[in-house]
């Protein structure tokens, strides 16, 4: 595993292409702000998708589990409001 290097936030805004790059190929960065860590760049993890048969049957599984919560409509409503703004 690369070990990790620290870089000012300027110079990682300066340089997010060549750095996007490094991390691409494994590298990982802590950016700095005023010598403080302040976040982490580091490869993706990606998950492996679901195929279709499992994704119908994980929602089959859902809607029968006993402690799932109940919404009334009014509450979806509200939930469907809230995630367009």
């Given amino acids: 595993?690369?070990?990790k290097i620290e870089i000012?936030?300027?110079?990682?805004?300066?340089?997010?292409?060549r750095?996007?790059?490094?991390?691409?190929?494994?590298q990982s960065f802590t950016i700095t702000l005023r010598?403080?860590?302040?976040?982490?760049?580091?490869?993706a993890t990606l998950r492996p998708r679901r195929t279709h048969e499992e994704a119908v049957k994980a929602m089959i599984?859902?809607?029968?589990?006993s402690d799932?919560?109940?919404?009334?409509?009014?509450q979806i409503?509200?939930?469907i409001e809230d995630g367009r703004r």
Avoid at 68 to 74: D, H, K, M, N, V
């Fill in 77 to 79: 409503k509200e939930l």
């Fill in 61 to 65: 599984e859902f809607t029968q589990r």
């Fill in 8 to 17: 000012g936030a300027y110079e990682a805004k300066t340089h997010l292409p």
């Fill in 35 to 43: 010598g403080k860590p302040v976040a982490e760049l580091t490869p």
């Fill in 1 to 3: 595993m690369a070990q």
């Fill in 68 to 74: 799932r919560p109940s919404l009334t409509a009014e």
């Fill in 19 to 26: 750095l996007l790059r490094e991390v691409a190929a494994g």
